[in-house]
């Protein structure tokens, strides 16, 4: 070998080995890219099937995860392309297995959704509702005297909730829930009210006739509703005075009318009488013609008689 072509011999040297390494671990690469795509494209299929078998209702109840869900489904995964060493190739097949990884989540989490948190969220909604349901039972006296249609309303609105979590619209169910509830608030502190009112004026009726029995003044009728299909009508007492005619009590919820036949004089001076003897009942009333301008009367604490501290007006026409 000449001088000449030892110098050329001595250059840098491209290696066929070195050539073959490359070309085969792209190759290897390529393959790996190819059934990752694959696999993920099987796995984008169960996403939409599980996403499909999972009622709206639902869906609205777990938002992130169905939104995570969603974005994986059209994340875009492009392809590689001529020309790309191997290096840049296995990057490519990280970045697979990372979006493989996240769709195995999004997968874990759409079925967790639709057999386990569904169940979950379910339950709960039930509790809710039978808790409500156990409030109602507590009122159910009151509810069905005083606002009977009002209380059928409440009992076929937890009958339909009850019927949109078997369909899964537990978003609706939950916003319903928070009706019915407040609902209900506002019907108890009506029929408490309406209790106590019935209570006072019972009791006003209870005194009162046995303080017309002590003035000698007779029962024409067993005392009464005006209306009886209406609880909150007034109460009808009407008694004889013998030397003065006849007397109307009138009881509503807040006070007493009285409708008789006494003349003006008598009239106060029995009236007077009356109001006098029902202080021993701790009830003060005071009997004027309409537009008298007088200090309205109440019905006081009677700690022997466990009264109610609320007060009652009684008022009159003589």
Not at 251 to 258: A, H, K, R, S
Request: charged share 30%; proline share 3%; with cysteine.
């Amino acid at each position: 070998m000449t001088l000449e072509a030892e110098a050329v011999m001595s250059g840098i040297k491209y290696s066929q080995i070195q050539f073959e390494r490359e070309k085969s671990a792209c190759q290897e690469a390529l393959g790996k890219i190819n059934a990752l795509r694959s696999s993920i494209e099987g796995r984008k299929e169960n996403v939409e099937n599980v996403l499909d078998q999972i009622p709206d209702g639902v869906k609205d109840s777990f938002i992130n995860e169905i939104k995570m869900a969603k974005n994986w489904l059209i994340m875009n995964i492009s392809p590689p392309s001529e020309g790309m060493n191997s290096t840049i190739l296995n990057n490519h097949v990280k970045q697979l297995h990372e979006i493989m990884k996240k769709g195995e989540e999004v997968i874990h989490n759409l079925i967790e959704i639709k057999e386990v948190r569904r169940e979950a969220k379910a339950r709960e909604l039930i509790g809710k509702m039978e808790t409500l349901k156990s409030d109602i039972n507590g009122l159910d006296n009151s509810l069905n005297r005083w606002r009977p249609e009002r209380y059928r309303n409440l009992q076929n609105s937890l009958n339909n909730l009850s019927l949109m979590i078997d369909k899964g619209d537990f978003i609706e169910v939950e916003s319903g829930l928070n009706d019915v509830s407040g609902a209900l608030k506002n019907l108890e502190q009506e029929v408490t009210i309406l209790d106590t009112q019935d209570k006072n004026r019972l009791y006003v009726l209870g005194a009162l006739r046995s303080v017309c029995r002590e003035m000698g003044w007779s029962e024409e009728k067993e005392p009464g509703l005006e209306n009886k299909d209406n609880p909150a009508s007034t109460v009808l007492y009407e008694v004889d005075t013998y030397s003065a005619g006849k007397i109307v009590f009138r009881l509503t919820l807040d006070g007493i009318n009285v409708s008789s036949q006494i003349s003006k004089n008598t009239c106060y001076r029995q009236f007077d009488s009356l109001s006098e003897k029902l202080r021993k009942f701790s009830i003060i009333t005071k009997f004027r013609p309409p537009g008298a301008v007088d200090e309205k009367p109440v019905l006081k604490q009677a700690g022997e008689l466990n009264q109610p501290d609320d007060g009652i007006e009684s008022q009159g026409k003589a």
